[in-house]
């Protein structure tokens, strides 16, 4: 009987891709306006995200990217410093999986680097996946329970979501050129 | 603690300043403002004395001038003949506004057009704390790593010279300093990994005369036979590379973001450097020097002529970059030639400045990051339970990574014989870690969390008797105190909270003569200044930013405690208080 349950509850458990699908190694070009003159959508999401936003294995490789590669040194554990705030909702370039890893390929004009060539898109979907944890978008089962940081932090599963909005804090941007 | 540390210092206890300041070029002041210290001796000191203590609580607002800018205003704004200057933060703008008219109508406008991206590499806030004035020229430093002559009187651009690089992480923020034809301009990026310099450009054409670097070989940091450092351990060739683990000098910091003074007579400047890369201390056993010290150097060669290390193999990010003010001052009887530094390692410092001795050492503040500094050979002495550590949380760090005292400068009056400090009163939980470096991405290794020291408050303002070694009186202030500080000839003191209060103090008695409220937060330095209508003015910058205001100034989520380098932990309510907006106040009698 109890072999059973084991076997029954493992039976929910995410599909992990343990290495990440093989990927073409192409940026992702997603949209971060919300304005369409004439109409229209920013269109699906790019179908990647949703294997990487549900998936412990990349969350966690994501967050060992984080530390590693200094995004901690900038937008800190999610509250961010020389870098905006990652674990609000204000998002200037969007919120989205595909719109993070386009942050990230691409850089941002008033400071963000590019990361292209310097990361594979599957570790800047995994970074994503890990940077939408900060502000508790991802689920609960496959975000980390505990906190990354030796100071206390909030680890996301205790976190409100915080789902993005396009706002743009004044106080962040800088002056229109 | 405090009065452990007594022990470790010579009794200096006959010791009484002079009354009287390093006499150039202060002993004429002609009502101008013309660098963000007044003069090379730093005193921050006005001798014009139209407003004083019985008439300062009829100050009135004269005019106001908006910046157009939301980010930190640390700058002093410059006053020569009849017209106004400010310098913002990014994007560097200059604006020169006409004194003679009613109003203080804008004159010009200078944009340097700044690359949007040294944003992103600037640790704390994109500030900027002044410009300087020299021969008909106004020179300051873009975030971008360029230095600007621009015609003071048309705002022309005359030349700029590119010091650094953007994509090493390196920024500019200070104000630079004109003496003996030479523009003497620092790098900022300690958090980066930025190996620091201090470069002297030719006043006329821009070209660079000399560079010295903070770390490195001799050659590099411009160490020659007139190099005479008082004590032992200072002492050796290269020790800017031996006192690091191979190749960490190459990118170890030692920025000179700070404040510069300079010795006419002795033709000495002398500046601080700032804090070895990474923070993490177990990346880099060893002394780190030329890192987390003073320098004195000879203006026209740039050769060292001595150095001391304020906090060797720094452990908090206490850099050494507090300004320096120089006065004469009668120790035992003699009267010797003196700097005095309120250091950010706590402890306030007398220090011969001809030869580089430690005078006295004491602590002006909550303290316990240290025991004492051993007087004999010169050293801090740190205190074992609070070391840092790779992988171990340290609690109750006092004073936090900002120090006691961070870059808001001082002033000192020669009619009081005090010294005004502006600082903090925070401690810090530490835990070290392991930095990767990235060129051009911060190279930290540590996780702060800030918050206030004893008794609760963030900010201290205290008026320190440097003869007596002590404080005279302090007042608490609620936020943490990041703005500079003036004292006049009208024995008035000012400064500015962090939520937008403008105070005036009686300099002897240290009490609360006026206030006035700004729009936004005070992290400015007061300027006093005569204008073309006769009267004596007093201008301050209000216009919250900076590391201390960076979750106002950056939108930062405090519910991170280790948003801003840890400082966001200390700020929570910030947000609460003031919000951001650069704009000018000048003051007036009716």
């Given at each position: 009987?109890?072999?059973?349950?084991?076997?029954?509850?493992?039976?929910?458990?995410?599909?992990?891709?343990?290495?990440?699908?093989?990927?073409?190694?192409?940026?992702?070009?997603?949209?971060?306006?919300?304005?369409?003159?004439?109409?229209?959508?920013?269109?699906?999401?790019?179908?990647?995200?949703?294997?990487?936003?549900?998936?412990?294995?990349?969350?966690?490789?994501?967050?060992?990217?984080?530390?590693?590669?200094?995004?901690?040194?900038?937008?800190?554990?999610?509250?961010?410093?020389?870098?905006?705030?990652?674990?609000?909702?204000?998002?200037?370039?969007?919120?989205?999986?595909?719109?993070?890893?386009?942050?990230?390929?691409?850089?941002?004009?008033?400071?963000?680097?590019?990361?292209?060539?310097?990361?594979?898109?599957?570790?800047?979907?995994?970074?994503?996946?890990?940077?939408?944890?900060?502000?508790?978008?991802?689920?609960?089962?496959?975000?980390?329970?505990?906190?990354?940081?030796?100071?206390?932090?909030?680890?996301?599963?205790?976190?409100?979501?915080?789902?993005?909005?396009?706002?743009?804090?004044?106080?962040?941007?800088?002056?229109?050129? | 603690?405090?009065?452990?540390?007594?022990?470790?210092?010579?009794?200096?206890?006959?010791?009484?300043?002079?009354?009287?300041?390093?006499?150039?070029?202060?002993?004429?002041?002609?009502?101008?403002?013309?660098?963000?210290?007044?003069?090379?001796?730093?005193?921050?000191?006005?001798?014009?004395?139209?407003?004083?203590?019985?008439?300062?609580?009829?100050?009135?607002?004269?005019?106001?001038?908006?910046?157009?800018?939301?980010?930190?205003?640390?700058?002093?704004?410059?006053?020569?003949?009849?017209?106004?200057?400010?310098?913002?933060?990014?994007?560097?703008?200059?604006?020169?506004?006409?004194?003679?008219?009613?109003?203080?109508?804008?004159?010009?406008?200078?944009?340097?057009?700044?690359?949007?991206?040294?944003?992103?590499?600037?640790?704390?806030?994109?500030?900027?704390?002044?410009?300087?004035?020299?021969?008909?020229?106004?020179?300051?430093?873009?975030?971008?790593?360029?230095?600007?002559?621009?015609?003071?009187?048309?705002?022309?651009?005359?030349?700029?010279?590119?010091?650094?690089?953007?994509?090493?992480?390196?920024?500019?923020?200070?104000?630079?300093?004109?003496?003996?034809?030479?523009?003497?301009?620092?790098?900022?990026?300690?958090?980066?990994?930025?190996?620091?310099?201090?470069?002297?450009?030719?006043?006329?054409?821009?070209?660079?005369?000399?560079?010295?670097?903070?770390?490195?070989?001799?050659?590099?940091?411009?160490?020659?036979?007139?190099?005479?450092?008082?004590?032992?351990?200072?002492?050796?060739?290269?020790?800017?590379?031996?006192?690091?683990?191979?190749?960490?000098?190459?990118?170890?910091?030692?920025?000179v973001w700070g404040w510069i003074s300079y010795d006419p007579d002795l033709k000495l400047v002398y500046y601080g450097t700032g804090n070895p890369g990474p923070w993490n201390p177990d990346q880099r056993p060893g002394d780190n020097k030329w890192t987390t010290g003073i320098f004195a150097r000879d203006v026209t060669t740039g050769q060292a002529r001595w150095y001391y290390q304020f906090s060797p193999h720094d452990l908090f990010d206490h850099d050494g970059i507090n300004e320096q003010i120089l006065i004469t001052m009668k120790i035992n009887g003699k009267p010797r030639k003196v700097l005095l530094r309120a250091e950010r390692n706590g402890f306030f410092y007398v220090m011969d400045r001809v030869t580089g001795q430690v005078i006295a050492a004491d602590p002006y503040g909550n303290l316990n990051a240290a025991l004492g500094v051993d007087l004999k050979t010169g050293r801090l002495i740190p205190n074992p339970d609070k070391e840092t550590k790779q992988g171990k949380v340290v609690r109750g760090i006092c004073p936090a990574s900002p120090g006691m005292k961070d870059w808001n400068p001082?002033?000192?009056?020669?009619?009081?014989?005090?010294?005004?400090?502006?600082?903090?009163?925070?401690?810090?939980?530490?835990?070290?870690?392991?930095?990767?470096?990235?060129?051009?991405?911060?190279?930290?290794?540590?996780?702060?969390?800030?918050?206030?020291?004893?008794?609760?408050?963030?900010?201290?303002?205290?008026?320190?008797?440097?003869?007596?070694?002590?404080?005279?009186?302090?007042?608490?202030?609620?936020?943490?105190?990041?703005?500079?500080?003036?004292?006049?000839?009208?024995?008035?003191?000012?400064?500015?909270?962090?939520?937008?209060?403008?105070?005036?103090?009686?300099?002897?008695?240290?009490?609360?003569?006026?206030?006035?409220?700004?729009?936004?937060?005070?992290?400015?330095?007061?300027?006093?200044?005569?204008?073309?209508?006769?009267?004596?003015?007093?201008?301050?910058?209000?216009?919250?930013?900076?590391?201390?205001?960076?979750?106002?100034?950056?939108?930062?989520?405090?519910?991170?405690?280790?948003?801003?380098?840890?400082?966001?932990?200390?700020?929570?309510?910030?947000?609460?208080?003031?919000?951001?907006?650069?704009?000018?106040?000048?003051?007036?009698?009716?």
């Open positions: 009987m109890a072999v059973a349950l084991v076997l029954l509850s493992a039976c929910d458990r995410e599909a992990r891709e343990v290495r990440g699908k093989p990927l073409p190694e192409t940026a992702v070009a997603a949209q971060t306006s919300q304005l369409f003159p004439a109409g229209g959508t920013a269109g699906p999401i790019d179908p990647r995200a949703k294997m990487y936003e549900g998936n412990a294995y990349h969350i966690a490789e994501g967050g060992r990217l984080y530390r590693q590669m200094n995004c901690v040194g900038c937008h800190a554990n999610g509250g961010g410093g020389m870098g905006p705030a990652l674990m609000d909702d204000q998002w200037r370039y969007g919120g989205r999986m595909d719109q993070i890893v386009a942050s990230i390929d691409q850089g941002r004009p008033n400071g963000m680097p590019s990361w292209r060539g310097k990361l594979t898109p599957t570790q800047m979907w995994q970074l994503a996946a890990y940077v939408r944890t900060l502000s508790a978008n991802v689920a609960k089962d496959v975000a980390p329970s505990r906190s990354d940081t030796m100071s206390a932090t909030y680890p996301p599963t205790l976190a409100k979501p915080k789902p993005p909005t396009d706002s743009d804090p004044a106080a962040v941007k800088g002056p229109a050129r | 603690m405090r009065w452990q540390m007594r022990a470790f210092v010579l009794a200096v206890s006959a010791a009484v300043p002079i009354a009287q300041a390093c006499a150039q070029p202060n002993a004429n002041d002609d009502g101008q403002w013309t660098m963000p210290a007044h003069d090379y001796a730093s005193t921050r000191f006005s001798r014009l004395d139209q407003i004083n203590r019985d008439n300062v609580g009829r100050l009135k607002l004269s005019f106001t001038f908006s910046t157009g800018i939301v980010k930190g205003h640390e700058a002093a704004p410059l006053v020569v003949g009849s017209t106004m200057y400010i310098v913002t933060p990014y994007p560097n703008y200059i604006y020169a506004l006409d004194l003679s008219q009613d109003g203080a109508p804008l004159k010009w406008k200078y944009d340097p057009k700044v690359a949007a991206a040294a944003q992103g590499v600037a640790c704390c806030d994109v500030v900027n704390r002044g410009a300087f004035y020299s021969n008909g020229k106004l020179f300051f430093n873009t975030l971008d790593n360029q230095t600007i002559a621009v015609d003071a009187a048309t705002g022309a651009e005359v030349w700029r010279t590119k010091l650094d690089d953007i994509n090493k992480g390196a920024t500019m923020t200070m104000a630079p300093l004109v003496a003996d034809g030479k523009v003497l301009v620092g790098s900022s990026g300690g958090e980066m990994g930025v190996r620091g310099w201090l470069a002297a450009l030719d006043e006329g054409s821009g070209k660079i005369a000399w560079r010295a670097y903070s770390t490195g070989p001799d050659k590099d940091v411009l160490i020659g036979p007139s190099f005479k450092p008082f004590y032992a351990t200072d002492r050796g060739t290269d020790l800017g590379v031996k006192t690091w683990p191979p190749e960490a000098w190459k990118i170890g910091g030692g920025n001082m002033a000192f009056s020669p009619r009081t014989g005090l010294v005004y400090i502006p600082h903090l009163n925070l401690c810090m939980d530490y835990g070290a870690m392991e930095a990767n470096y990235i060129a051009g991405t911060p190279y930290v290794g540590a996780d702060v969390k800030m918050y206030a020291g004893p008794g609760g408050n963030r900010g201290v303002f205290t008026a320190w008797d440097p003869g007596a070694r002590k404080a005279r009186w302090e007042i608490k202030e609620d936020l943490p105190l990041w703005s500079g500080a003036l004292v006049t000839a009208g024995d008035v003191v000012f400064y500015g909270t962090m939520d937008g209060w403008f105070k005036a103090l009686d300099a002897v008695s240290g009490k609360l003569l006026w206030q006035f409220k700004a729009g936004s937060g005070i992290i400015g330095q007061p300027i006093s200044y005569r204008a073309p209508d006769g009267k004596q003015h007093i201008a301050v910058l209000a216009g919250v930013g900076g590391w201390a205001g960076a979750v106002v100034a950056g939108g930062l989520d405090p519910r991170d405690p280790t948003a801003a380098l840890g400082f966001a932990a200390a700020t929570q309510d910030l947000p609460g208080k003031t919000t951001g907006g650069g704009m000018l106040y000048d003051f007036v009698l009716p």
